[in-house]
Structures are given as structure tokens and as C-alpha cells.
């Protein structure tokens, strides 16, 4: 069987299992959505964010991309943040990295991607900043293990030189900002940063409301 009619024939039997427990799952589903949570996580296919947590469809809002990078000129994610918090409310924001990932440590080596170098000088820029620290580890493995903590927080804080969130944060008091990061290791979730809405923000990144 071609593997894409396995996901066709997996898709069927889903359904069926669905409308078994609740019979009007899909119809209560279609209505609207009601996420709490945004979730800017990395492309990798190891890493789906309702199967890691135990969410359901309609829990979580979610933008993926490689490395879970926040880029101002990525309008792409910015129209996520943007519906996101603007429209569907959501009261929390996740990065979630993930350790053993293929982009950070693509980002550790000189070896040229293409396109893909464009995209990976942000962790660059971050390894950069943290160079006395991370050179200072034992193993390249060691080294990509905290560049992807210190790439998580970098794109946390990010989200906080956006007017999306600033503007939500004077509004609404929400959303609350975290950083996490994955093992796929073991499956498990590790919580590295928190951000309360009226954190403080750097001058040069704050607008006034």
C-alpha cells in the first residue's frame, strides 16, 4: 500500500473511533474554536504538540517552523501571533524547542544549506552572544543542548518587543509567556521561562498605548 493511503485509511478509522465516544464531536467542533494557547513550535516532525501534551482539536492554536524561530519580519508568524491573541484570546503563549534539534545544530556548524542559512543566522546570533558560556561546555552535543535554552528564551523575549503583545499585555492583562523545551529522548516537557503580562521591557522595544 502507498503510504499516503495509509494516512487516508488512519484518517477513516479516526473519525470512526471519534463519533464512537461522542457522536457530535464534529458538529461541536465545526461551531468555532476556543484555544487558551499558542503554541511556536519547531517543524519537527517528532515534536506534534497535541499528541506531547494530550490536547485535543481545539485546545491549541499552533504555528511550526524550524528551530521555533520569532522573527519580526516573518509575517507569516506574525499574522499567527496576531489572530492568535487579537482575535481568538488566547491566555498563554508557548515556545517550545526541542533537545537533539536538527536546525540548532545545524546553526553550531559551517556547513552551507542554502536558503536555510538565511534562517539559521538568528541562532547564530544568539550562540554569538553566548559564546564565553557555550564554548565552555564539554561536547558539541552539551553545547546544542543549552543553545536550545538559550534559543527558546531569546525568542520568548522576542515576543515581547511585538506591539501584538505589548498592546494585549496593556489591554487584557494576558497572554502569560513560556518557554519550553522537549526531549524526545523521553518524552517528556520541561517548563525553562515564564513571563507575566507587566514584565519589564527594554525601552527601545516598548510603544506606548
Not at 468555532?32 to 516532525?45: T, V
Not at 556548524?109 to 564539554?138: C, F, M, P
Request: aromatic share 10%; charged share 25%; with cysteine.
Amino acid at each position: 500500500m502507498d503510504s499516503y493511503k495509509r494516512l487516508l485509511l488512519a484518517n477513516k478509522a479516526w473519525v470512526q473511533e471519534r463519533l464512537t465516544l461522542a457522536p457530535n464531536f464534529f458538529e461541536e467542533l465545526a461551531k468555532e474554536q476556543k484555544p487558551e494557547f499558542l503554541w511556536i513550535g519547531c517543524s519537527d516532525s517528532r515534536v506534534p504538540a497535541e499528541e506531547i501534551t494530550g490536547t485535543q482539536p481545539g485546545e491549541i492554536f499552533t504555528h511550526r517552523n524550524i528551530a521555533n524561530l520569532v522573527n519580526h519580519t516573518d509575517f507569516n508568524l506574525l499574522s499567527v501571533l496576531s489572530f492568535a491573541v487579537e482575535y481568538l484570546k488566547v491566555k498563554h503563549v508557548i515556545v517550545c524547542g526541542h533537545y537533539g534539534c536538527g536546525g540548532i545544530k545545524a546553526a553550531l556548524s559551517s556547513h552551507r544549506y542554502g536558503v536555510l542559512d538565511e534562517w539559521l543566522r538568528q541562532i547564530k546570533d544568539v550562540y554569538q552572544a553566548n559564546s564565553d558560556t557555550l564554548s565552555a561546555l564539554s561536547s558539541i552535543d552539551a553545547q546544542a543542548d543549552k543553545l536550545v535554552e538559550m534559543n527558546v528564551l531569546q525568542q520568548v523575549k522576542n515576543l515581547l518587543k511585538t506591539n501584538i503583545i505589548q498592546k494585549a499585555w496593556h489591554d487584557d492583562r494576558r497572554p502569560i509567556l513560556h518557554g519550553w523545551a522537549y526531549s524526545i529522548d523521553d518524552g517528556l516537557l520541561k517548563s525553562l521561562y515564564k513571563i507575566e503580562p507587566g514584565a519589564p521591557i527594554d525601552e527601545i522595544y516598548r510603544f506606548d498605548f
